[in-house]
C-alpha cells in the first residue's frame, strides 16, 4: 500500500549516473540513487563500496565528475555542507558533529543565530524557548543549557537531528532529507527502539536515508533498500521482501556462512584457570565481583551500557584502578591501575575504538604488529629490520590481513583489517587472555567471519577471552559462557555450549 | 577532528592513494629535490659556492645546526618542543670553557652530564608535574640563560695552553675536519637510537598515538624522558662545537639556535604532530637552511632581503613536505 504511492510520488532526491574517482580508484561507477517524500531508504554495503562517497555528494561535502542532482525537481550543485542545509538536506554523523563545550541550545542553532537577534543582540530567552520546542518534537526531556559533553550519545543524535528539521525549516524547505550513518552503533538496545520510534515520527515530515550494518534494523524500518558494491548500485528491494541472507549475499558477492559465528568450531575449553577475579569492587560503577576463565575459554560479559561491564573490562586491564579485589592472571595478581603489568603478564587488549586506542594510524602495518615484541626482535642488542619484517609477515599472514606490503600505513587499510592488525600485534607477543571489547564493531561482513575464524583459532591455543559484542547474537554465538550483568552485579551465569545456545530472548529478560 | 572519516572506508582508501601519490614515498624526496634546486641557483649565482672552501663553511655551520636539530627532531617526534635548548647551550657555552681552563678535558663529559640531566628535568617536568613542554621549556630555557649569565657575563676565552684540548673539535685528519667526523658520530648515534633500540623506537609511537601507547604497555613516562634526554645532548654538545670553534664560550650564544632547530626539522619533513619524520629528514632539512644562509650571502642577496627570502623558504619546504591530509586542523 505504502510502497505503490511512494511509487507515484516526484522523488524528492534524483541522482543519475553519478560517479566520482579518485587518482587511481573510481569511487562511484553511474549510480542512480533516488529517494521519495516520507520515504525511509535502506543503503547498506561493505566497507568501500561507495556509501560514504554518495553521501558526501548528498550533502555537498564532495562534488561529482560527472551525472545529474536533481533536488526537490531542479538540478543542484552543492558546493559545500552549508548548501546542503540551505536544500534541506542534512547528515548525523557517526562521531558526532556537535561542539562537546558548549550547551544543546548554543549547538542547534550553531551559525545560524541570526533570527535571534533583537537590538544587535542574540535573544536567549527566544533562542532558550525555540530549543525546549525542538527537543520536544525529538522526545528528549533534557534542560536546553546542558553542555553536550554531559549527555549520552542517544541524546546527541537527537539533538543533530532536531536541528537539520530546525535549519531546514529556517531555509523554508519541507520535507528535509536526514541521512543517518551507522545512528545505533552508539545506542543501548533500549535506544535504539527509541530511536526508530521517533523516525516513525519524523518521517511523517521527512525522508530519511539510514546506512547501517545491521541489516535486522534496515529491514525493519526502511521502507526500500538499496545495496551497493564496488561503487555500484547492484540491486534494490522492498523491505516488505526482504530476506537477510539474500542482502548479505548481494553485498558480498558469494553465500555468507549459514553458521554465522562459526558454532561448530567452538572447542572446550581446557581446566587450567587463567584469570581469577576476585571480589573486585569499584565504588559507583560495580559491586564485588568474582568469576573465572579457563583455558581457551570464550566468556562474554553481557548487560546495558552503565550495567558496569565496561569499568569491569577497564579494571581487569589496568586502565582503571579497583577499589578492592584482586585481577590474578597465570597466579599472578595484577598492579592495580598499570596496563603496562598486565601487558607485562600476559594480558592483551582489543579496544572498542581501534583508532584511537589500538593503533598507530601513521605508522606501519609492520611497526603496528611488532609493537609488543621488538624486545625479541634483536640481534646483537638492536631491533633487527630483517628480523622485524619477518615477524610482521608471519603474522600478517596468519591473521589474514589485507595489506599491500608490511611497509603500509595503517591509516591506508579498512576497518576489518586495521582490526585484524590490532588482533596480530596481541596474538605476536603471545598473550594468555585477550579482552574484546567488541571486535566487530564497524567491520564489514566479510572481515567480521575472518575476525569470527581468529577468535576460534585463538579458543583452540588456549587463549582465554573475555568478550564483549556489538549484538546479543554475536555474544550468544561466540561464547562458551556468558556472564550477565545488571546494575553493577553479576546476576547470571549462562552456558552457551554449541548445540544448546539460549536464545537471545531469554538472555534479555535478565539483563533489562 | 573531522567527523565523516570514520570507518566507511571507501573515501579513506582513496583520500590515501591521494595521499600516495604525493606524500607517503616522496616526502624525503621533496626536502632533497629543495636542496639540490637550491645549490644549483647558487652555483649558477656565483661560481665559487660549490669551491671546496665554501662547501667547508656551509659543512660547518651545517654540522652545528644538525646536532641541535637532531636533539630537538626527538622532543618534535614525541608531540612536544624543546625551546629550552638555546638556554641550555648559552650555558654549556661557558660551562665548558670555564672546566676546560680547570679540569681539562673532563670538561668534555661533564658538559655532556649537564645536557642529560638538564634534559631528565625537562622531561620530568612535562610527564609528572604534567605542564604543557612549550611551557616548561620555556621557563627551563630562562633559568639556563640565567645561569650563564652569572657565571659569565661577558664571553669568556679560551686561554692559549688549552688549545690543545679544543682540537679535539678544531683539528683536521687527512684534510678532513674532525668537526665533521663528530657530527658524522652524532648522526649516527641517534639514526641507531631512534632505529634500533626498543625506547628509541618507542618515541614513534608515544608520538603517533600516546593512549595506544599506553594501553600497549609502553612505559610513556620514561619515553618521553628519554626524547628530553636526548635533546639535551644533542644541545650540550652543539654548544661544546661552537665553543672550541670560538676558542670562547658566550653566554648568549643559543638563542638564534631555538628557532634554528625548529625550522631545521620541519623543514625536513618531521611534523610537528610528532610520530613522523627521522634523522634524515633532519640532516636535510639542516642542509637546507644551511645552504640558504650561506648561498644568500655568496651570491650577494641584500642582507635586509635575506630573512624574508629565508622564511618564504621555509613556508614552502613545509609545504611540500608536510603531510597535511593527516592532520585534521593546523594550529
Same mark, same amino acid.
Given at each position: 500500500?505504502?510502497?505503490?504511492?511512494?511509487?507515484?510520488?516526484?522523488?524528492?532526491?534524483?541522482?543519475?549516473?553519478?560517479?566520482?574517482?579518485?587518482p587511481?580508484?573510481v569511487?562511484?561507477?553511474?549510480?542512480?540513487?533516488?529517494?521519495?517524500?516520507n520515504e525511509?531508504?535502506?543503503?547498506?554495503?561493505?566497507?568501500?563500496?561507495?556509501?560514504?562517497?554518495?553521501?558526501?555528494?548528498?550533502?555537498g561535502?564532495?562534488?561529482?565528475?560527472?551525472?545529474t542532482?536533481m533536488?526537490?525537481?531542479?538540478?543542484?550543485?552543492?558546493?559545500?555542507?552549508?548548501?546542503?542545509?540551505?536544500f534541506?538536506?542534512?547528515?548525523?554523523?557517526?562521531?558526532g558533529?556537535?561542539?562537546?563545550?558548549?550547551?544543546?541550545?548554543?549547538?542547534?542553532?550553531?551559525?545560524?543565530?541570526?533570527?535571534?537577534?533583537?537590538?544587535?543582540?542574540?535573544?536567549?530567552?527566544?533562542?532558550?524557548?525555540?530549543?525546549e520546542?525542538?527537543?520536544?518534537?525529538?522526545?528528549?526531556?533534557?534542560?536546553v543549557?546542558?553542555p553536550?559533553?554531559?549527555v549520552?550519545?542517544?541524546v546527541?543524535?537527537?539533538?543533530?537531528?532536531?536541528r537539520?528539521?530546525?535549519?531546514?525549516?529556517?531555509?523554508?524547505?519541507?520535507?528535509?532529507?536526514?541521512?543517518?550513518?551507522?545512528?545505533?552503533t552508539?545506542?543501548?538496545?533500549?535506544?535504539?527502539?527509541?530511536?526508530?520510534?521517533?523516525?516513525?515520527?519524523?518521517?511523517?515530515?521527512?525522508?530519511i536515508?539510514?546506512?547501517?550494518?545491521?541489516?535486522?534494523?534496515?529491514?525493519?524500518?526502511?521502507?526500500?533498500?538499496?545495496?551497493?558494491?564496488?561503487?555500484?548500485?547492484?540491486?534494490?528491494?522492498?523491505?516488505?521482501?526482504?530476506?537477510?541472507?539474500?542482502?548479505?549475499?548481494?553485498?558480498?558477492?558469494?553465500?555468507?556462512?549459514?553458521?554465522?559465528?562459526?558454532?561448530?568450531?567452538?572447542?572446550?575449553?581446557?581446566?587450567?584457570?587463567?584469570?581469577?577475579?576476585?571480589?573486585?569492587?569499584?565504588?559507583?560503577?560495580?559491586?564485588?565481583?568474582?568469576?573465572?576463565?579457563?583455558?581457551?575459554?570464550i566468556?562474554?560479559?553481557v548487560g546495558l551500557?552503565?550495567?558496569? #561491564?565496561?569499568? @569491569?573490562?577497564?579494571?581487569?586491564?589496568? %586502565?582503571? /584502578?579497583?577499589?578492592? +579485589?584482586?585481577? $590474578?592472571?597465570?597466579?599472578?595478581?595484577?598492579?592495580?591501575?598499570?596496563?603496562?603489568?598486565?601487558?607485562?603478564?600476559?594480558?592483551?587488549?582489543?579496544p572498542?575504538?581501534?583508532?584511537?586506542?589500538?593503533?598507530?594510524?601513521?605508522?606501519?602495518?609492520?611497526e603496528?604488529?611488532?609493537?609488543?615484541?621488538?624486545?625479541?626482535?634483536?640481534?646483537v642488542?638492536?631491533?633487527?629490520?630483517?628480523r622485524?619484517?619477518?615477524?610482521?609477515?608471519?603474522?600478517?599472514?596468519?591473521?589474514?590481513?589485507?595489506?599491500?606490503?608490511?611497509s603500509?600505513?595503517?591509516?591506508?587499510?579498512?576497518?576489518?583489517?586495521?582490526?585484524?592488525?590490532?588482533i596480530?600485534?596481541?596474538?605476536?607477543?603471545?598473550?594468555?587472555?585477550?579482552?574484546?571489547?567488541?571486535?566487530?564493531?564497524?567491520?564489514?561482513?566479510?572481515? #567480521?567471519?575472518? @575476525?569470527?575464524?581468529l577468535?576460534r583459532? %585463538?579458543? /583452540?591455543?588456549?587463549? +582465554?577471552?573475555l $568478550?564483549m559484542?556489538?549484538?546479543?547474537?554475536?555474544?550468544?554465538?561466540?561464547s562458551?559462557?556468558?556472564?550477565?550483568?545488571?546494575?553493577?552485579?553479576?546476576?547470571?551465569?549462562?552456558?552457551?555450549?554449541?548445540?544448546?545456545?539460549?536464545?537471545?530472548?531469554?538472555?534479555?529478560?535478565?539483563?533489562? | 577532528?573531522?567527523?565523516?572519516?570514520?570507518?566507511?572506508?571507501?573515501?579513506?582508501?582513496?583520500?590515501?592513494?591521494?595521499?600516495?601519490?604525493?606524500?607517503?614515498?616522496?616526502?624525503?624526496?621533496?626536502?632533497?629535490?629543495?636542496?639540490?634546486?637550491?645549490?644549483?641557483?647558487?652555483?649558477?649565482?656565483?661560481?665559487?659556492?660549490?669551491?671546496?672552501?665554501?662547501?667547508?663553511?656551509i659543512?660547518?655551520y651545517?654540522a652545528?645546526?644538525?646536532?641541535?636539530?637532531?636533539?630537538?627532531?626527538?622532543?618534535?617526534?614525541?608531540?612536544?618542543?624543546?625551546?629550552?635548548?638555546g638556554?641550555?647551550?648559552?650555558?654549556v657555552?661557558?660551562?665548558?670553557?670555564?672546566?676546560?681552563?680547570?679540569i681539562?678535558y673532563w670538561?668534555?663529559?661533564?658538559c655532556?652530564?649537564?645536557?642529560?640531566?638538564?634534559?631528565?628535568?625537562?622531561?620530568?617536568?612535562?610527564?609528572?608535574?604534567?605542564?604543557?613542554?612549550?611551557?616548561?621549556?620555556?621557563?627551563?630555557?630562562?633559568?639556563?640563560?640565567s645561569?650563564?649569565?652569572?657565571?659569565?657575563?661577558?664571553?669568556?676565552?679560551?686561554?692559549a695552553?688549552?688549545?690543545?684540548?679544543?682540537s679535539?673539535?678544531?683539528?683536521?685528519?687527512?684534510?678532513?675536519?674532525?668537526?665533521?667526523v663528530?657530527?658524522?658520530?652524532?648522526?649516527?648515534?641517534?639514526?641507531?637510537?631512534?632505529?634500533?633500540?626498543?625506547?628509541?623506537?618507542?618515541?614513534?609511537?608515544?608520538?603517533?598515538n600516546?593512549?595506544?601507547?599506553?594501553m600497549?604497555?609502553?612505559?610513556?613516562?620514561?619515553t618521553?624522558?628519554?626524547?628530553?634526554?636526548?635533546?639535551?645532548?644533542?644541545?650540550?654538545?652543539?654548544?661544546?662545537?661552537?665553543?672550541?670553534?670560538?676558542?670562547?664560550?658566550?653566554?648568549?650564544?643559543?638563542?638564534?639556535?631555538?628557532?634554528?632547530?625548529?625550522?631545521?626539522?620541519?623543514?625536513?619533513?618531521?611534523?610537528?604532530?610528532?610520530?613522523?619524520?627521522?634523522?634524515?629528514?633532519?640532516?636535510?632539512?639542516?642542509f637546507?637552511?644551511?645552504?640558504?644562509?650561506?648561498?644568500?650571502?655568496?651570491?650577494?642577496?641584500?642582507?635586509?632581503?635575506?630573512?624574508?627570502i629565508?622564511?618564504?623558504?621555509?613556508?614552502?619546504?613545509?609545504?611540500?613536505?608536510?603531510?597535511?591530509?593527516?592532520?585534521?586542523?593546523i594550529?
Open positions: 500500500m505504502m510502497s505503490t504511492t511512494i511509487a507515484e510520488s516526484r522523488p524528492i532526491l534524483d541522482l543519475r549516473k553519478v560517479s566520482k574517482s579518485y587511481g580508484v569511487a562511484l561507477d553511474n549510480v542512480d540513487f533516488t529517494v521519495h517524500p525511509m531508504v535502506g543503503l547498506v554495503g561493505e566497507n568501500g563500496a561507495g556509501k560514504s562517497t554518495l553521501m558526501k555528494i548528498l550533502i561535502l564532495v562534488q561529482p565528475d560527472s551525472g542532482f533536488l526537490r525537481g531542479q538540478a543542484a550543485a552543492l558546493k559545500d555542507p552549508s548548501d546542503g542545509a540551505r534541506g538536506i542534512g547528515m548525523v554523523f557517526q562521531d558533529s556537535l561542539v562537546p563545550n558548549l550547551s544543546i541550545m548554543e549547538n542547534l542553532f550553531l551559525c545560524h543565530e541570526i533570527g535571534f537577534r533583537k537590538f544587535g543582540f542574540l535573544s536567549r530567552r527566544d533562542m532558550r524557548t525555540t530549543a520546542g525542538l527537543l520536544e518534537h525529538v522526545k528528549v526531556h533534557v534542560s543549557e546542558t553536550i559533553a554531559a549520552t550519545p542517544a546527541r543524535q537527537m539533538v543533530e537531528i532536531a537539520l528539521l530546525w535549519l531546514s525549516r529556517l531555509y523554508g524547505q519541507t520535507n528535509p532529507i536526514l541521512i543517518l550513518d551507522e545512528p545505533t552508539v545506542l543501548t538496545e533500549g535506544e535504539r527502539d527509541t530511536l526508530f520510534a521517533i523516525l516513525r515520527d519524523i518521517k511523517k515530515e521527512a525522508s536515508i539510514l546506512i547501517s550494518h545491521r541489516l535486522q534494523e534496515i529491514v525493519e524500518n526502511s521502507d526500500r533498500i538499496v545495496i551497493m558494491k564496488d561503487g555500484k548500485n547492484v540491486s534494490e528491494i522492498g523491505a516488505a521482501s526482504a530476506v537477510i541472507t539474500e542482502i548479505e549475499q548481494a553485498m558480498v558477492g558469494h553465500a555468507f556462512s549459514a553458521d554465522r559465528y562459526r558454532e561448530d568450531e567452538q572447542g572446550v575449553p581446557g581446566d587450567e584457570v587463567i584469570l581469577k577475579v576476585d571480589n573486585l569492587y569499584k565504588k559507583g560503577a560495580f559491586e564485588p565481583i568474582s568469576f573465572t576463565i579457563r583455558k581457551g575459554e566468556v562474554s560479559l551500557v552503565g550495567s558496569g #561491564k565496561e569499568e @569491569i573490562c577497564r579494571c581487569l586491564n589496568g %586502565l582503571e /584502578r579497583a577499589d578492592r +579485589g584482586a585481577v $590474578i592472571l597465570g597466579g599472578k595478581k595484577l598492579v592495580a591501575g598499570s596496563p603496562r603489568d598486565a601487558v607485562a603478564s600476559g594480558e592483551g587488549h582489543i572498542i575504538d581501534r583508532r584511537s586506542e589500538g593503533l598507530a594510524l601513521g605508522m606501519t602495518v609492520a603496528n604488529v611488532n609493537l609488543l615484541v621488538l624486545g625479541r626482535l634483536k640481534n642488542g638492536l631491533v633487527s629490520p630483517a622485524e619484517r619477518k615477524n610482521a609477515e608471519r603474522w600478517i599472514d596468519e591473521c589474514r590481513i589485507k595489506t599491500p606490503s608490511s603500509t600505513l595503517c591509516a591506508n587499510l579498512s576497518g576489518g583489517n586495521q582490526q585484524k592488525t590490532v596480530a600485534k596481541w596474538l605476536s607477543s603471545q598473550v594468555k587472555l585477550l579482552v574484546l571489547d567488541h571486535p566487530t564493531r564497524g567491520v564489514d561482513v566479510g572481515a #567480521k567471519d575472518d @575476525i569470527y575464524k577468535i583459532n %585463538l579458543a /583452540r591455543e588456549g587463549i +582465554g577471552m $568478550i559484542c556489538d549484538t546479543l547474537e554475536e555474544d550468544i554465538g561466540l562458551n559462557r556468558m556472564q550477565v550483568m545488571k546494575d553493577g552485579r553479576l546476576v547470571k551465569e549462562v552456558e552457551c555450549p554449541p548445540k544448546g545456545k539460549p536464545s537471545p530472548r531469554d538472555i534479555i529478560g535478565l539483563i533489562v | 577532528m573531522e567527523a565523516p572519516r570514520q570507518e566507511n572506508g571507501a573515501d579513506e582508501q582513496k583520500n590515501v592513494l591521494v595521499r600516495a601519490g604525493r606524500v607517503r614515498i616522496p616526502t624525503i624526496f621533496y626536502a632533497v629535490g629543495t636542496l639540490l634546486v637550491l645549490v644549483l641557483l647558487f652555483a649558477l649565482g656565483n661560481r665559487n659556492f660549490l669551491s671546496f672552501y665554501n662547501l667547508n663553511t659543512a660547518y651545517a652545528i645546526l644538525l646536532v641541535v636539530g637532531l636533539g630537538q627532531m626527538c622532543t618534535i617526534l614525541i608531540g612536544a618542543i624543546d625551546l629550552s635548548i638556554g641550555l647551550m648559552s650555558f657555552s661557558v660551562l665548558f670553557i670555564v672546566a676546560v681552563k680547570a681539562g670538561a668534555f663529559p661533564l655532556i652530564l649537564t645536557g642529560v640531566l638538564f634534559g631528565y628535568v625537562n622531561g620530568n617536568i612535562l610527564t609528572r608535574i604534567r605542564i604543557p613542554s612549550f611551557i616548561a621549556t620555556l621557563g627551563t630555557g630562562g633559568i639556563m640563560t645561569f650563564a649569565l652569572l657565571v659569565s657575563p661577558l664571553p669568556v676565552v679560551a686561554p695552553d688549552r688549545y690543545g684540548i679544543l679535539i673539535v678544531n683539528g683536521s685528519f687527512l684534510g678532513i675536519g674532525n668537526l665533521l663528530l657530527t658524522a658520530l652524532v648522526f649516527l648515534f641517534f639514526y641507531v637510537v631512534l632505529r634500533f633500540t626498543v625506547l628509541g623506537k618507542s618515541i614513534f609511537y608515544v608520538g603517533s600516546i593512549t595506544m601507547s599506553w600497549s604497555g609502553i612505559d610513556i613516562v620514561k618521553r624522558n628519554f626524547a628530553y634526554i636526548l635533546s639535551g645532548v644533542g644541545a650540550s654538545i652543539a654548544a661544546i662545537f661552537l665553543s672550541c670553534g670560538q676558542f670562547g664560550g658566550d653566554p648568549t650564544l643559543g638563542k638564534v639556535y631555538i628557532l634554528g632547530s625548529i625550522a631545521a626539522v620541519v623543514v625536513g619533513g618531521t611534523a610537528l604532530t610528532g610520530g613522523t619524520g627521522g634523522p634524515v629528514n633532519t640532516v636535510i632539512g639542516g637546507v637552511l644551511s645552504v640558504m644562509e650561506n648561498g644568500m650571502n655568496v651570491v650577494g642577496v641584500n642582507a635586509y632581503f635575506q630573512q624574508s629565508l622564511g618564504a623558504v621555509i613556508i614552502i619546504s613545509v609545504f611540500l613536505t608536510f603531510d597535511r591530509s593527516k592532520v585534521s586542523m594550529k
